[in-house]
């Protein structure tokens, strides 16, 4: 079965005679008939700074990213592709882009002299892992840049654009209570990757097994969705809540272009949801079915580059009514869910403007309503762990 759209919306219909806000729920569903994996290619970008020195229950952070690393290198196929870098106050290559064999003495060797000392200079090691892979060919492969560190450093600016200017996702593991929250976060959204606070020993074991789970399962790369909205309608928000929760920068529509895209990066091959909650403006005239935007999905699939999936489905009944239907039961469950994410990025805009005790409040509110919509108890634990710590690493620096 090819690469589909399917398109849900949250109402049937919407009251033509005046503007309305609606949801409507986009499932990418990947073709997976594609037997052929595709090479996978890992930049292991690891600090080596001297806090990394320090312990986490007892255990050494750095020796806990050693037994990690070395079981991802075990765990490579022949044929996959790896970089490793060492960051402090300057960068070590310590093995160049290279092809995985059997021999992997020299890889195994480098992760196990690791040491810890000196300061710590992250986008330069991102930038070298970055530098790296213009040896490797692009086309037929996944590619990720795996950060391990406590996120602590001295070229915050640097971190920010080089996130914001790679083609490869980061996959950033935040170790220990120290952890610069803030900042990681904000590089893996506008990297379209994931950041993870680790803070049990066992948890850099479990972070590096989602790190391979997610490359080798995945199908789709480089997918953009390109949108056209039609005259009175505008998207206002854009979510992904499936496989994970974030959410999207994109150029506004206006009177004269009706064009926006989203950067999706990697889609798995379980697919993805994305929540566009858009703005019906008023002024059709007459009740009937309006599309609302035209979609494409543009993505690659290795070893296939190119390709693309369209879908002119993205339409609503305009109805001579005053009052919604119920709302698709699916859908809510998705809006709930993207209410979540907004109200994390509202708590930490608080934090940042020194409303302390306000973000306390929002952060209080956003457990209460983690819980009322039927979240994992166990993603309930991590999201307001992190967001405390993201809240206290923002209070300290405002």
Known sequence: MPTSLEITSAYAQIPVAAPAANYTAIRIQPDVTV?????????????????????????????????????????????????????SDRVQILVPATVVGSDRTRLLNAIRNLRADGGTLMGDGIAAAQ????????????RKIVVLTD???????????????????LMLGGIGDDYNGRLLN?????????????????????????VLVTVQSTVLTNAVLVMDFRQRFRPKRIHAVAPELKSYDFVPVTPTSRHTEVQLGDIQRDGATLLIEYVYEGGAGFASEFQ??????????PPNTGLETRSDDFTIQLADTTSFPPMNPQVKQY???????????????????????????????????????????????QTVSTMRLQLKDTGTTT
Not at 131 to 142: C, D, G, I
Not at 153 to 169: F, G, H, K, S, V
Not at 342 to 356: K, V, Y
């Open 131 to 142: 530098q790296q892979f213009y040896a490797l060919p692009s086309q037929s492969a996944v």
């Open 186 to 210: 904000e590089m893996a959204r506008s990297a379209r990757g994931i950041a993870e606070y680790i803070d049990r020993a066992e948890s850099v074991g479990d972070f590096f097994k989602e």
């Open 151 to 169: 996120g602590q450093t001295n070229d915050e600016d640097r971190c920010y654009q080089l996130a914001e200017q790679t083609q490869i996702p």
């Open 35 to 87: 037997h052929s994996r595709p090479q996978v290619q890992i930049g292991l970008v690891i600090d080596t700074s001297g806090s990394m020195d320090g312990q986490i229950r007892n255990q050494r952070k750095i020796d806990l990213v050693k037994a990690a690393a070395t079981n991802v290198v075990n765990q490579l196929q022949d044929g996959d592709a790896i970089c490793l870098i060492a960051f």
């Open 292 to 301: 609302v935007a035209t979609l494409t999905l543009r993505y690659d699939q």
């Open 335 to 381: 809006v709930d869910h993207a209410a979540v994410e907004t109200a994390q990025t509202q708590l930490l805009h608080a934090a940042q403007a020194g409303d302390m005790a306000g973000a306390t409040q929002r952060l209080n509110t956003l457990q209460q309503s983690l819980e009322r919509v039927g979240a994992d108890p166990n993603f309930i634990q």
